[in-house]
């Protein structure tokens, strides 16, 4: 029997039956009215009130690649927190646009340094800040509410990838003064992946978008959804799956009880980590994920043990020895500890 350790994790049986069951056709009430209040239990979760939501069939990038086209094409310049490989997707993306762009570097696994932050972006010219939240190559998490007021003060607009920490850990994007956000769904909301969120603060509300790429067009996409509808046919399927899971987080106790699961999690398995003897090189890290080095080599023995002994997946990161596992999904304490003995059987 397989067991994953990878994003989304092991999916509820409920949630995953869904998919191999006959689905309604999009172009019905009864399906925008899903969507509508799908909707409306993601803007409670990610606290943005009054806010809206752009649902897309499409990956994180997908949505990432939207921001950029829609907004930040329309700003002076972006000024990109890049600490791993998906902070480093967002100055990527903005060359790939010919936007300008501050690639502003920060050492694999460590925390930001807030003041030498706040200066280098008074000094940079920028107007517009791309963060992740939870930087998910290295386990790092930033200290976002920090960033937000920093942001405040020199009046920058920050937009936050929260695609690995959104449901894992406290994060309210009204506090934090956020303009936009964005997430997937086989992260947190534990769900296969194929649908991407972005959610768009209040404040946003009428600002001139740019139109620079048909699919992922704002305007076009926030006409459609306001009847609960999407421009183009969406993963109706993984549309019928989100809400069923929205509404089961809700009768689980909500946001804080899934982030206390997650974050009891993570602390299960740390504790076999040290046990084994194990680095977490993360400085911050995030319950999401726990990041661990290995005594494994670059032919990863671990990973491909796992598989062919066990059906185990856990994710491999940039350098030898180094692993990412998560802790979304079903997952019991003796699962941990049974996971943490077997990575260790696979050592070199």
């Known amino acids: 029997m397989i067991k994953s350790y990878v994003f989304p994790g092991d999916i509820d049986e409920q949630i995953a039956s869904i998919g191999a069951k006959p689905f309604i056709y999009m172009r019905t009430d009864e399906f925008s009215g899903i969507n509508l209040e799908s909707e409306r239990m993601l803007l409670e979760l990610i606290h943005c009130s009054a806010g809206r939501t752009i649902i897309y069939t499409g990956s994180g990038t997908g949505a990432m690649s939207a921001v950029v086209e829609n907004y930040v094409s329309t700003r002076s310049k972006a000024f990109v927190v890049d600490g791993g ?138 006409k459609n959804l306001r009847r609960g509808q999407t421009p183009f046919s969406p993963a109706t399927t993984i549309f019928l799956q989100l809400h069923a899971r929205l509404l089961q987080l809700k009768a689980e106790g909500g946001e804080s009880a899934n982030i206390e699961r997650v974050h009891h999690r993570a602390e299960v398995f740390r504790t076999e980590c040290r046990k084994y003897g194990w680095e977490m090189p ?30 185990t997946y856990i994710m491999p990161g940039s350098i030898p ?14 699962d941990l500890v049974r996971l943490a003995a077997r990575i260790h059987e696979f050592e070199v």
Request: with cysteine; glycine share 8%; charged share 25%.
């Open 85 to 222: 490989s998906f902070g480093h997707r967002w100055y990527d993306l903005c060359l790939y646009y010919g936007l300008p762009a501050v690639d502003y570097k920060v050492e694999f696994g460590k925390d930001l340094d807030y003041d030498a932050l706040e200066s280098a972006l008074a000094g940079s010219g920028a107007d517009t800040l791309l963060v992740q939240h939870h930087e998910t190559s290295s386990g790092v998490l930033f200290d976002i509410r920090r960033i937000g007021e920093i942001c405040r003060r020199l009046g920058v607009s920050l937009v936050v990838d929260v695609i690995s920490s959104f449901l894992a850990e406290d994060f309210s994007m009204d506090e934090v003064g956020a303009d936009i956000c964005i997430t997937s769904t086989q992260k947190g909301l534990n769900i296969p992946p194929g649908l991407s969120v972005i959610f768009l603060s209040s404040r946003l509300e009428g600002y001139t978008f740019a139109h620079r790429g048909y699919y992922w067009d704002f305007e076009d996409n926030l």
């Open 282 to 311: 993360a400085e911050r890290p995030s319950a999401a994920i726990t990041a661990i080095l290995t005594r494994d080599t670059a032919q990863r023995r671990i990973f491909k043990g796992l598989i062919d002994k066990y059906e």
């Open 321 to 334: 020895g180094h692993y990412r596992i998560s802790h979304m999904g079903l997952q019991s304490d003796a």
